[in-house]
């Protein structure tokens, strides 16, 4: 039976104020090296960074001009941190010991957490008399698989879509729905998608055969 998320949070909580101040700051230094001195960390600054200059050339191509530029001295930068932290990890042993002991911790974590964590259901609604599936449901899709759990966590997901029959005999999508949660740095937040397809028109084609004749001799 997974733990619910309001139980585990209220947990971590507890779990929290029995700490001391010098207990709760050596535990945000530690997290915060963690995330520093990750190989996934250039990366993934990168990726943010090439998001942002996506976004803005997209809304003002003209920006392109200075944004790209200052994306590829970021990549430079990125590339130098990720070189960094290789030597760190060749030429100092203590630093590498100890990674792998947080690392061997985080495996043991992740793997008590999967076996406490939600489990995902699909539910399938068909149509008795054609055998048709008419509509899907996704809820609380599991997602920590996803790299980068430090950055962004993916909480909820729920997905839905419904079928409709335009035409005799012809099933096409109705709509669908999606809703995603999330926890940032700076809290949680919430995505909701939803589409409709309506308006389905029946192709009608033509054709015509013909045969040229021979030409004579």
Same mark, same amino acid.
């Given at each position: 039976?997974?733990?619910?998320?309001?139980?585990? &949070?209220?947990?971590?909580? &507890?779990?929290?104020?029995?700490? @001391?101040?010098?207990?709760?700051?050596? @535990?945000?230094?530690? #997290? *915060?090296?963690?995330?520093?001195?990750?190989? *996934?960390?250039?990366?993934?600054?990168?990726?943010?960074?090439?998001?942002? #200059? !996506?976004?803005?050339?997209? %809304?003002? !191509?003209?920006? #392109?001009? *200075?944004?790209?530029?200052?994306?590829?001295?970021?990549?430079?930068? $990125?590339?130098?941190?990720?070189?960094?932290?290789?030597?760190? =990890?060749?030429?100092?042993?203590? +630093?590498?010991?100890?990674?792998?002991?947080?690392?061997?911790?985080? &495996?043991?974590?992740?793997?008590?957490?999967?076996?406490? /964590?939600?489990? @995902?259901?699909?539910?399938?609604?068909?149509?008795?008399? %054609?055998?048709?599936?008419v509509k899907y449901t996704f809820d609380n899709v599991w997602m920590d698989f996803l790299p980068a759990a430090?950055?962004?966590?993916?909480?909820?997901? =729920?997905?839905?879509?419904?079928?409709?029959?335009? +035409?005799?005999?012809? *099933?096409?999508?109705? /709509?669908? /729905?999606?809703?995603?949660?999330?926890?940032?740095?700076?809290?949680? $937040? &919430?995505?909701? #998608?939803?589409?409709?397809?309506? /308006?389905?028109?029946?192709?009608?084609?033509? @054709?015509?055969? %013909?045969?040229?004749?021979?030409?004579?001799?």
């Amino acid at each position: 039976m997974a733990t619910p998320a309001k139980v585990r &949070e209220k947990l971590e909580a &507890e779990v929290s104020a029995r700490r @001391s101040d010098a207990q709760q700051r050596a @535990s945000r230094r530690l #997290y *915060w090296q963690e995330l520093l001195t990750s190989l *996934w960390a250039p990366f993934t600054c990168f990726a943010l960074a090439l998001i942002l #200059y !996506t976004v803005i050339v997209e %809304t003002s !191509t003209p920006a #392109y001009l *200075w944004a790209q530029p200052t994306l590829k001295i970021f990549g430079c930068l $990125m590339i130098g941190w990720f070189i960094g932290l290789w030597i760190a =990890r060749l030429l100092f042993t203590q +630093f590498r010991q100890m990674r792998r002991l947080r690392h061997q911790a985080r &495996e043991l974590e992740q793997d008590i957490e999967h076996k406490m /964590n939600k489990s @995902s259901q699909v539910t399938l609604w068909v149509d008795p008399a %054609t055998h048709q599936i008419v509509k899907y449901t996704f809820d609380n899709v599991w997602m920590d698989f996803l790299p980068a759990a430090w950055l962004v966590r993916v909480d909820d997901l =729920r997905a839905s879509m419904e079928m409709q029959q335009p +035409f005799a005999g012809v *099933w096409l999508p109705k /709509n669908i /729905n999606i809703h995603g949660g999330a926890t940032v740095a700076l809290g949680p $937040m &919430e995505v909701t #998608y939803h589409r409709e397809f309506k /308006n389905y028109r029946r192709a009608d084609v033509s @054709s015509k055969v %013909t045969v040229p004749k021979k030409e004579q001799p």
